[in-house]
């Protein structure tokens, strides 16, 4: 199975895919800095040969293709929803037919709800 990691930080969704079976091949695709520590992260939970990266802006960068999966963990948030939808359509074509993406994100309450039951809890 081909995982493709969109800004893989830490590796930490790619390298616990990985961990599930060694037939699991990851391209992890972020900056080079970030990178060595993704590659450090999947050598010590035993998976670094499992593991390639490709360095470089997700924006820019070719995400390759055939993908069964992609993962986006925790970076739509942080690029704007015009971005987020490009990201989203350029990893779409990097999947192979009938892939998938599973996104790991944070979501507001629009009411603040849960804010607001913190606040009546602590006073």
Do not use: Y
């Not at 081909?2 to 990985?18: E, F, I, M, T, Y």
């Not at 961990?19 to 010590?44: F, G, I, M, N």
């Not at 997700?58 to 986006?72: C, K, M, P, S």
């Amino acid at each position: 199975m081909r995982v493709l990691d969109v800004a893989a930080g830490s590796g930490v969704w790619g390298v616990a895919l990985a961990e599930r079976s060694p037939r699991v091949r990851v391209t992890a695709v972020d900056w080079p800095q970030v990178l060595d520590v993704t590659l450090s992260v999947a050598r010590r939970f035993g998976v670094g040969d499992q593991v390639e990266t490709r360095a470089g802006d997700v924006f820019e960068i070719d995400l390759g293709g055939d993908h069964q999966v992609a993962v986006l963990g925790h970076i739509l948030h942080s690029v704007g929803e015009s971005r987020s939808r490009a990201l989203l359509a350029k990893v779409h074509q990097a999947l192979a037919p009938g892939g998938a993406i599973a996104i790991a994100e944070f979501l507001v309450d629009e009411a603040r709800a849960a804010e607001n039951r913190l606040t009546d809890l602590c006073g």
